[in-house]
């Protein structure tokens, strides 16, 4: 039983440019939340998506923008990165978006910006 | 803005000895939850408590969430290398996707 699988593991990209991200959620999961955490911090949500809507959103600018397929799998989109958005990016699934189903990580993709 | 404090931030002790790690705020939350993360790796829940007054134990650990539904503790007995670690408490209030996360408290345990 796969758990969630997160793409690239590491990347580099400079200011200015654009950044996709992956997420493949835990099978039997439908929805899918993003989480970035900076260096020393706790993670902050992002967004939430839930039958390729996006439900929640967080304190988080335009530049961050997000997509989920039908196969429940969901990508990051960021633009115009900055150097302050180097971070962990942590995508994390659950079964329904509104229910108490505990949050089921993955190792995450670390963007380094410069 | 909901936000979450842990304290200490940092924390160095050798193998046997307890410990205990506090997560406030001046928020009420419907539930909190504890976990831990490796290097590397992304966060794995250890529990999650919702009722005030709420005390659960794994093992060596024990949790408790506060009367008031405003703040967390993580108590370890006899810690062991494997306990390294950064601590981190969450809240839910409102669905349990939005989870606002602490500070964090990394914890490094040595022989």
Redesign the interface.
Known sequence: DAG?TQSPTHLIKTRGQQVTLRCSPKSGHD?V?W?QQAL??????IF?YYEEEER?R??FPDRFSGHQFPNYSSELNVNALLLGDSALY?C?S?FG????????????TRLTVT | ?QL?EQSPQFLSIQEGENLTVYCNSSSVFS?LQWYRQEP??????LV?VVTGGEVKKLKRLTFQFGDARKDSSLHITAAQPGDTGLY?C?GES???????????TRLQVTL
């Open positions: 969630v929805t939340s989480y020393g911090q706790g993670p902050q949500f939430q929640q967080g304190n942590l994390a659950s978006p509104g229910t108490n189903s505990p949050l089921h990580f993955g190792n995450g | 803005t979450l539930s590397g790796e992304g966060p794995v829940l999650t981190l969450a409102g669905t349990a996707s939005k989870l606002t996360f602490g500070t964090g």
